[in-house]
């Protein structure tokens, strides 16, 4: 009884740490994810302390407590696959689609897997409730000791069990194979310690299938399960909470300096109606008489007029609303923008290609805005392309660099020359008669606020390639 009582102990401290970081982290969806897998460990552990109760409970309920409580390990699997699942699905990974191994994952983890996972280990289980999986309890001792347990006597469809059991390792491969390709580290070492310690807790488990070692070690498992995992949970939202801080302090000093730009042109806008009114009144006075003073006049006048409007056009580009971001697939984003400039793009002959490496390419950004801002440089592509060039072709690709995605933009128009590269994303400067100056300075404004950058990579006569980069993830430290 001392034993089983031991047992049982162990195996609340899963549950128990689970609810803790369930309370710290409420609405993660991952943190609800171990909380079910850290509970049936817990049920599992009950499962294995029940049969130490000889004396204390008769055969019959021993034997009916250790089949309900087998639904713990035996429904481990698909909980293992749903908490990978959750993390897997919504991040994504280097191998380029197409591969063996892309496809094979795809084919893996998808919802039907987990439904077939579950109907499977329902069937499992139902087999427990019979006689040819499980046919009664035997009586056994810990080797070299007096202490006695119950052990059951397996049916002749235990086998299915120990198979349906042995298939965990396939999927701990299948997730560890996976972490070492997250783009995100620090999910991919979460991941990855997830999978190397539920194979500790597996081999650990399995050997309690021989009566020769009784059926304590398991507990050692769990708790050196129990508190890794823990550990690496809480270090991972740690260190996702610092780069939010870090980002929310950026965000402030942006702020700060877009306030101050503000008050700036404000007071810039009160002095010009200053002069605006006395040159005005100087210009129906009788003190301005000759041509020259009141050529210097309207000179002034027109020098307040363009400071003023672009005072009023500084303001207006600086109302631009904050974005709201999101997990959004690029690819989608790209196809779209691509689709609303078919018309110009049809219009001036041009081919466009968009390499797709990865599906689904996803990061978290602002649908709208990052739209715009690939139709802006589809645009600009089009128009730099001169109509009697013997290629015509824009290219669009993306690829990764660490856990940031890189978003590049290939024309085979006339170029930029070297010495505005850097200018042709300042507000007010265009090289076009009829341009504003306002398009790609908007373009590196919304780049800038998904906290990435965009640049000339290379240009030269025969074309441009221009680069964007922004975080995938949320809490990314990007850095230039």
């Given at each position: 009884m001392i034993i089983g009582l031991l047992i049982c102990t162990i195996g609340l401290i899963p549950i128990v740490l689970a609810f803790g970081i369930r309370r710290m982290y409420t609405g993660s969806e991952l943190s609800m994810g171990l909380l079910i897998f850290m509970s049936l460990i817990s049920i599992w552990q009950a499962d294995i302390g029940i049969l130490y109760f000889k004396g204390i409970f008769n055969e019959k309920i021993i034997f009916w407590l250790f089949r309900f409580f087998r639904l713990a390990p035996t429904f481990a699997i698909p909980v293992t696959f749903y908490v990978a699942y959750t993390i897997i699905d919504k991040q994504a990974t280097l191998f380029k689609e197409g591969t063996f191994i892309h496809k094979l994952l795809g084919?893996?983890?998808?919802?039907?897997?987990?439904?077939?996972?579950?109907f499977w280990s329902s069937f499992i289980y139902i087999i427990n409730w019979t006689s040819f999986g499980l046919k009664g309890l035997k009586v056994e001792h810990i080797y070299d000791s007096t202490f006695y347990f119950y052990f059951p006597k397996y049916g002749p469809l235990s086998w299915l069990y120990i198979f349906?059991?042995?298939?965990?390792?396939?999927?701990?491969?299948f997730i560890y194979l996976l972490s070492q390709n997250i783009l995100?580290?620090?999910i991919s070492k979460f991941l990855s310690t997830f999978s190397i310690c539920s194979l500790l807790l597996f081999i650990t488990?399995?050997?309690?299938?021989s009566p020769e070692t009784g059926a304590i070690t398991s507990s050692i498992g769990v708790i050196i399960f129990s508190v890794i995992i823990m550990l690496a949970f809480i270090k991972m939202n740690t260190l996702i909470t610092i780069n939010y801080n870090n980002l929310i302090e950026r965000q402030k000093k942006l702020d700060?300096?877009?306030?101050?730009?503000g008050s700036l042109i404000h007071e810039v806008k009160n002095n010009v109606q200053v002069i605006k009114g006395f040159s005005k009144i100087l210009g129906t006075s009788d003190l301005i008489s000759s041509d020259v003073e009141k050529k210097s006049l309207n000179l002034i006048q027109s020098a307040a007029q363009q400071l003023e409007d672009l005072a009023i056009c500084y303001q207006e580009y600086m109302k631009f609303s904050k974005m709201e971001l999101k997990v959004e697939d690029i690819n989608q984003i790209i196809e779209l923008s691509i689709q609303f400039s078919k018309e110009?793009?049809?219009?001036k002959s041009i081919e466009i290609e968009f390499l797709k490496k990865f599906k689904p390419l996803q990061a978290f950004v602002n649908k709208t805005y990052l739209q715009q801002v690939f139709m802006n440089l589809i645009k600009n592509s089009c128009e730099a392309i001169?109509?009697?060039?013997?290629?015509?072709?824009?290219?669009?690709?993306a690829d990764f660099k660490g856990d940031s995605i890189l978003i590049n933009f290939f024309d085979s128009g006339i170029g930029i020359p070297i010495e505005k590269w850097e200018s042709i994303f300042d507000p007010f400067i265009s090289f076009k008669k009829e341009g504003l100056g306002l398009g790609l300075p908007f373009v590196k404004k919304v780049i800038f606020e998904h906290r990435g950058n965009i640049g000339v990579i290379n240009s030269t006569p025969m074309g441009t390639q221009i680069q964007i980069t922004i975080p995938q993830f949320e809490y990314t430290d990007f850095k230039d």
């Open positions: 084919f893996v983890f998808i919802k039907k897997t987990f439904l077939v996972l579950t349906h059991m042995s298939s965990f390792i396939v999927f701990l491969f995100n580290q620090h488990g399995f050997i309690n299938f700060y300096t877009g306030n101050l730009a110009l793009i049809k219009e001169p109509f009697d060039r013997s290629t015509k072709k824009i290219m669009i690709e």
